[in-house]
């Protein structure tokens, strides 16, 4: 069973995009813990995208590592439906797509 959440990242990304400002992050977990698609909206419009099909590019990567429901508690994630992922996923185009 898939689960979905969503955090504001208020750091910038401390490269050569970090005028970027900070984010909002959208996560698809399935089972495990382990992202299987990741959406990133910064301050300044742009879109990145992550999923199987796109793994990592030149801006980043889908999160390899497994979260645990504690940390996403911690980064401050409220877990969202599958509906409301789903309508964000379809109606942005990705920068990298």
Do not use: H, P
Request: contains cysteine.
């Amino acid at each position: 069973m898939k689960r979905y959440f969503k955090y504001r990242c208020n750091e910038t990304r401390g490269d050569q995009f970090d005028d970027w400002g900070f984010s909002n992050w959208y996560n698809e977990l399935d089972e495990d813990f382990f992202s299987s698609r990741q959406l990133e909206i910064f301050d300044n419009g742009n879109i990145l995208k992550y999923d199987e099909n796109k793994f990592s590019d030149e801006f980043g990567m889908l999160c390899d590592q497994s979260l645990s429901l504690e940390e996403l508690e911690n980064s401050g994630s409220v877990e969202i439906s599958q509906d409301e992922f789903e309508s964000i996923w379809t109606s942005r185009k990705a920068l990298n797509e």
